[in-house]
C-alpha cells in the first residue's frame, strides 16, 4: 500500500489528453512537499519527467504538464503518442516518515490505444 | 556522459549477504547526494536509503534499518549498499539515482535526475 495513490491505469488514443492523479495526504503533499514525476518505459529505468510540481527538465516535450493542488497532484499528457506508453510514477516526501521521508506513488500504465 | 553503472547483484540464499556497488562518470559525484531505490518484480518503484555528499548523513526506510548500510567512496567516485539478513522481500531490481538540484522561478527542488540500469538481486534458496 503505497502512501501515495495513483491509478493502476489510463489509457488514451493517439492525440487525446489524459490526466493521471497522485493522491496524497496532510503529511506529504498536503503539507506542501512538491511531487516530482518519473516516466519508465518497458524494461528500462526511471527517468525524470516534472520536477517541483510543474517544472520540465530540459529535453523534456511540453506535451507533459504537471500540477499541484491540495493534497493531490496530476500529470497531463496531450497529443498522446505511442512512445509515451510507459509506466508514471509521482514521487514526494512524507513528514510523519522517520529517514528522508521519500514516498513514491504505486505507478500507473498508460496504454496507447 | 553523465552515468551510473550498478554491479553486484544476484542470487542469494535468505539470511545471507551482498554488497551491490554503483560507479558514476560524468559529473562531480562528491557533490550529490547519492540514493538507492529499488523495484520488486512487476511492482513498484520504493526508495531504500540515501547519503549526503560527505557520508556524514545516512537514511533508511524502516523495512531495511540495521540489515542495510549505504556508503560511499567519492575518490573513486563509487556508492555501496551492503545488505546483510536478506529476505525473499529483498528480491528486486536495484537502481543508484543522483538526487540532482533544479532551480526555477525562485525555487530549488531535489529530484532523481540520474539513474543507472538497475541490479538484479534475488533472495531464495
Known amino acids: 500500500q503505497s502512501v501515495l495513490t495513483q491509478p493502476p491505469s489510463v489509457s488514451g488514443a493517439p492525440g487525446q489528453r489524459v490526466t493521471i492523479s497522485c493522491t496524497g495526504s496532510a503529511s506529504n503533499i498536503g503539507a506542501g512537499y512538491d511531487v516530482h514525476w518519473y516516466q519508465q518505459l518497458p524494461g528500462t529505468a526511471p527517468k525524470l519527467l516534472i520536477y517541483?510540481?510543474?517544472n520540465r527538465p530540459s529535453g523534456v516535450p511540453d506535451r507533459f504538464s504537471g500540477s499541484r493542488s491540495g493534497t493531490s497532484a496530476s500529470l497531463a499528457i496531450t497529443g498522446l503518442q505511442a512512445e509515451d506508453e510507459a509506466d508514471y510514477y509521482c514521487?514526494?516526501?512524507?513528514?510523519?516518515?522517520?529517514?528522508?521521508?521519500?514516498?513514491f506513488g504505486g505507478g500507473t500504465k498508460l496504454t496507447v490505444l | 556522459e553523465v552515468q551510473l553503472v550498478e554491479s553486484g547483484g544476484g542470487l542469494v540464499q535468505p539470511g545471507g549477504s551482498l554488497r551491490l556497488s554503483c560507479a558514476a562518470s560524468g559529473f562531480t559525484f562528491s557533490g550529490y547526494w547519492m540514493s538507492w531505490v529499488r523495484q520488486a518484480p512487476g511492482k513498484g518503484l520504493e526508495w531504500v536509503a540515501n547519503?549526503?555528499?560527505?557520508?556524514?548523513?545516512?537514511y533508511y526506510v524502516d523495512s531495511v534499518k540495521g540489515r542495510f548500510i549505504i556508503s560511499r567512496d567519492n575518490a573513486n567516485n563509487s556508492l555501496y549498499l551492503q545488505m546483510n539478513s536478506l529476505r525473499a522481500e529483498d528480491t528486486a531490481v536495484y537502481y543508484c539515482?543522483?538526487?540532482?538540484?533544479?532551480?526555477?522561478?525562485?525555487?530549488?527542488?531535489?529530484?532523481?535526475?540520474?539513474w543507472g540500469q538497475g541490479t538484479m538481486v534475488t533472495v531464495s534458496s
Open positions: 514521487q514526494s516526501y512524507d513528514g510523519s516518515l522517520s529517514g528522508s521521508g521519500v514516498v
Open positions: 539515482a543522483r538526487e540532482g538540484r533544479y532551480c526555477s522561478g525562485g525555487s530549488c527542488f531535489d529530484a532523481f535526475d540520474i
Open positions: 517541483g510540481n510543474s
Open positions: 547519503i549526503k555528499q560527505d557520508g556524514s548523513e545516512k
